[in-house]
């Protein structure tokens, strides 16, 4: 194969403020698993470099747990259907389909000889069903709620239990199979969101909106006691994760603490204190082994050690929003990769290890369009919020004063030699000198889409909606228009070759068109491969190649010398266009999507 996938930095989990993120644990204990949009994220919890995506669903995932057995998942989707899957091979064959639900599907649970599936959640008809995984056939009701079903667990031991908790204020119990109710436990005053069994068995949990947890009796459903006395935490409780010997729990609280429980004793043996912010409460948790996680509304992945109660050992960062540019930056002997999204953020990804950071300070405030690295090692990216920003590649934290606001919306920015950018707004073209504008042109009698600067600084390119490229002589702090050219179609994307020689432009045509510069921007070849709009390209370090992807989700590279060779890498992100690319190295080339997962693949000529 000409190309290989060589790492996946995996997105973040899905996040909504008070709503509970079930995050689900491979009984083998290597890995955990959870949903953002419709993709369902493998991640391996020792190195979460490691990590997988299935995206055979078409509509949002919200619950994905794994078989005892370890050899299937079940996903279920805002569609109500569930998803048996294989995990032991790449492809993910999928073995069963069932739509048990005709709304969403909120929790999920096997019975321990990975025969019955329960679900949960929001239908039409009923709020829960118990069938086998293998024909779907229904083995009891799981009734008596009046309102959505948040959460459902199964006794891993026989004789078979189940209970469940509902926005009904209540938690049921069951016996089973086939199952059938046997009582409600009314103890909870709000939501419960979140009810689960030991591992042993002899216990389960409930907690809820109201701040506390309760525990029962695994067999009976009779009511053992509360934790932490009045209340286990001052605010909601979202989710519960026990111990592998059964002796302790931990919970996530909208509080923004976790707390770890002596099962027996029934008080708060550690508190982890996660933050002040917002964005700290805490929807989530797993323990795994000797992994204790939670998950923030960041949708940062937090790996909790008792010995450090104020600060997580590790958080796994990322984004959880739709990516919508990148770019590369080599500094300090490596490469880094930065990416930004559709809520206004930008992290940046260490090339080798896959460790993310966020630009600290105050940002963005929404979507960034686009972004590139000079020569003075500055991030300059441009927003929705109608602003360029100068951001140390070094430092990386934001500077309030590095910030030039623009007459209107950004939407492209290019940058060349000599401290120049040139941002490509709604009707506008504004030229940039060391972080000032100098230079606008407006009343241009045509719609801007793109631009583009010659890496020496000396002309600047800017593609339109009616398929003319206008060339403009940079001089002292102006343009000047000096010549135009034509391609088939709105011109989507345009870039200079790293060395000058080139300037590539994508149109709607779905043709790349590589001018060259010093035969009077002759055609030097045109390039035709996409089924589908082409929306943004890339040119190798080397200026030999040009990367491009587009609507169709297929991502082309192609050689310019030769119009015919070309490296094909279809389904690069399966479920969204390609939104993003740049290159590492001549053999390494970085995309990302609007499924907010970035991807390395080795080039091979």
């Known amino acids: 194969m000409p190309f290989e996938l060589k790492h996946v930095f995996a997105s973040l989990p899905q996040m909504e403020r008070g709503v509970a993120k079930v995050i689900g644990g491979d009984p083998k204990g290597k890995n955990f698993l959870y949903t953002n949009g419709k993709s369902v994220i493998i991640r391996n919890i020792e190195n979460p470099l490691i990590a997988d995506v299935f995206t055979e669903h078409a509509h949002t995932v919200n619950v994905a747990k794994y078989a005892p057995s370890g050899f299937y998942i079940a996903s279920g989707d805002a569609s109500g259907k569930v998803k048996i899957w294989d995990t032991t091979q790449k492809e993910h064959l999928i073995k069963y389909e069932y739509t048990p639900l005709s709304g969403k599907i909120l929790d ?5 000889d990975s025969k019955r599936l329960a679900v949960v959640g929001d239908g039409r008809e009923k709020f829960a069903a118990v069938f086998l995984w293998d024909s779907g056939s229904s083995v009891g009701e799981l009734s008596g709620h009046s309102k959505t079903i948040n959460s459902v667990d199964i006794r891993p031991k026989r004789p078979y239990r189940a209970a469940t908790g509902s926005d009904d204020t209540t ?10 109710y046997k009582c409600s436990l009314p103890e909870h005053s709000q939501f419960v ?3 689960r ?3 042993d068995g002899s216990y389960f949990a409930t907690a809820g909106s109201d701040g506390q947890i309760y525990l029962y009796d695994g067999q009976k459903g009779e009511l053992v006691r509360s934790l932490g006395g009045d209340k286990a935490h001052k605010g909601g ?36 204190t996660l933050g002040s912010d917002v964005n700290d409460l805490q929807l989530g948790c797993l323990w795994q082994n000797n992994h204790m996680l939670s998950i923030s509304l960041s949708g940062h992945i937090n790996y909790l050690d008792k010995n450090s109660p104020d600060r997580p050992i590790r958080v796994l960062q990322g984004h959880y929003k739709s990516i919508q540019c990148l770019t590369v930056h080599k500094g300090d002997g490596r490469s880094y990769i930065y990416s930004g999204s559709h809520d206004g953020h930008i992290a940046c990804w260490d090339s080798e290890t896959g460790q993310c950071e966020g630009l600290s300070g105050k940002g963005h405030t929404n979507q960034v369009s686009r972004m590139m690295v000079n020569n003075s090692h500055e991030l300059v990216s441009c927003s929705m919020d109608d602003t360029v920003r100068f951001t140390s590649a070094t430092t990386k934290e934001y500077s309030a004063g590095d910030v030039v606001k623009m007459d209107f919306q950004p939407k492209c920015v290019s940058v060349a030699d000599g401290g120049l950018s040139l941002a490509i707004c709604i009707g506008q073209v504004v030229l940039l000198k060391d972080k000032r504008k100098v230079f606008t042109l407006d009343k241009l009698g045509f719609e801007p889409e793109v631009g583009a600067l010659h890496p020496g600084g000396a002309t600047a390119a800017v593609g339109d909606t009616e398929g003319v490229i206008h060339l403009y002589s940079v001089s002292g702090d102006s343009l000047t228009p000096s010549t135009q050219l034509k391609v088939t179609a709105e011109v989507t ?10 300037l590539a432009a994508l ?10 510069v010093a035969d009077g921007y002759s055609i030097k070849g045109q390039y035709y491969g996409h089924h589908a709009k082409p929306v ?9 190649h040009v990367a491009t992807g587009g609507m169709d989700t297929n991502v082309f590279v192609w050689e310019v010398s030769d119009p015919d060779k070309r490296i094909k890498i279809p389904d690069s992100h399966r479920l969204y266009h390609v939104s993003g690319l740049a290159w590492i190295d001549a053999n390494t080339l970085v995309t990302t999507s609007h499924d907010a997962n970035i991807k390395l693949w080795t080039i091979k000529y």
Do not use: H, R
């Open 237 to 272: 409780i979202y989710a519960l994760s026990w111990s592998a010997d059964s002796s302790q729990l931990i919970s996530a609280s909208g509080d923004k603490t976790v707390k770890l429980w002596d099962a027996e004793a029934g008080s708060a043996v550690t508190t982890f």
């Open 493 to 502: 994307d345009l870039g200079f070759s790293p060395d000058g020689a080139f």
């Open 193 to 195: 969101n979140c009810v």
């Open 507 to 516: 149109d709607c045509s779905k043709a790349l068109t590589v001018f060259t």
């Open 108 to 112: 999920m649970a096997w019975t321990e």
């Open 171 to 180: 938690a049921l119990f069951y016996e089973g199979p086939p199952f059938k």
């Open 536 to 544: 943004v390209l890339s040119w190798s370090p080397d200026s030999e």
């Open 197 to 199: 069994f030991s591992p």
